[in-house]
């Protein structure tokens, strides 16, 4: 197959909007959605952690996955998530995004259980076989309690050709830098992008591509800046505005899972969306609220609605 398009910049991985009954909420994800877009971001991803992709079903999942295709209407390109505790539900979900038309798709691996690495390697590779769509691994060890190794990611890369790239949610700038070093040194075009909103300069500095962090969603203009300012060369701008993006990752002690907070900053930095969460997720309590907001007013994305 043709080699793949490289993923980088700024991603978000963002909010599926809900009405209170639970429902795709369509009129307030296009809000977010155009955004998103017209703040410059590089690529939007749907049915991440951000997205709830957890507390979905099956059909929920296809809906929205559906929509997003259809609305971003390849503006920028779209990502799909298809992760899941089942081989099988992975495959099913990342056929369809193939069928709908996403760009690509973005596969966490299974949670619950800890695989060993050949079962891990089966249950990749038989997704990579079942698609021609790009795919982006997603380490999440925080949430699936097993982590991808870089030795193990570049086994795979060697493996498969359409695996072309990975999110790093990872707290280690030393495991960031090690899958630069080793599985983007043996393939360039791999994309190493990073999960946590305080190391996106960390990892442009060291020869990655950008991010796919929640801040994207509610501050896009921050991630988007110190992208752009990097690539340009004015790194002077690009460190004044990581330091402005250090401020926002207090909002991620807020609460668990912090999917709420995200939805309430977007609506508190301008949009104004429905913030209704899936259980186990619940709303604010009204002191979580006042923290969000001065949270987003040190950082200075604190806007009136509109």
Not at 212 to 229: H, K, M, R, T
């Amino acid at each position: 197959m043709e080699k793949m398009t490289q993923f980088k910049g700024i991603i978000p991985p963002v909010s599926t909007i809900f009405h209170p009954d639970g429902s795709l909420n369509q009129e307030d994800m296009e809000r977010l959605i155009d955004h998103l877009i017209k703040s410059g971001v590089n690529g939007l991803f749907f049915l991440g952690t951000a997205g709830e992709f957890s507390q979905m079903s099956v059909e929920l999942r296809k809906e929205a996955a559906e929509f997003a295709v259809r609305y971003v209407n390849n503006r920028v390109p779209v990502l799909i998530g298809t992760g899941s505790a089942s081989t099988r539900e992975a495959i099913l979900l990342s056929k369809h995004a193939e069928e709908i038309g996403a760009d690509g798709i973005v596969v966490v691996n299974p949670y619950y259980w800890n695989l060993t690495e050949e079962h891990l390697m089966k249950h990749y590779s038989e997704i990579a076989e079942s698609v021609n769509l790009p795919i982006l691994l997603y380490n999440f060890p925080n949430r699936t309690g097993q982590d991808l190794n870089p030795n193990f990611v570049l086994r795979l890369v060697n493996k498969h050709s359409n695996v072309v790239g990975i999110k790093e949610t990872v707290d280690s700038i030393g495991h960031i830098r090690e899958m630069i070093m080793k599985v983007k040194g043996a393939h360039p075009h791999f994309s190493v992008m990073c999960g946590y909103d305080d190391h996106l300069l960390n990892t442009l500095q060291l020869g990655g591509d950008g991010t796919i962090s929640a801040s994207g969603n509610f501050a896009p203009q921050l991630s988007v800046g110190v992208y752009e300012a990097f690539t340009s060369g004015n790194y002077a701008k690009a460190i004044e505005l990581q330091r402005q993006i250090a401020t926002l990752t207090f909002l991620y002690e807020i609460d668990t899972p912090f999917v709420n907070v995200v939805k309430e900053a977007i609506k508190m930095s301008g949009l104004d969306i429905s913030t209704y969460v899936l259980p186990p997720s619940r709303p604010l309590s009204e002191e979580k609220l006042v923290q969000v907001e001065r949270i987003l007013e040190r950082a200075g994305v604190l806007k009136e609605s509109v």
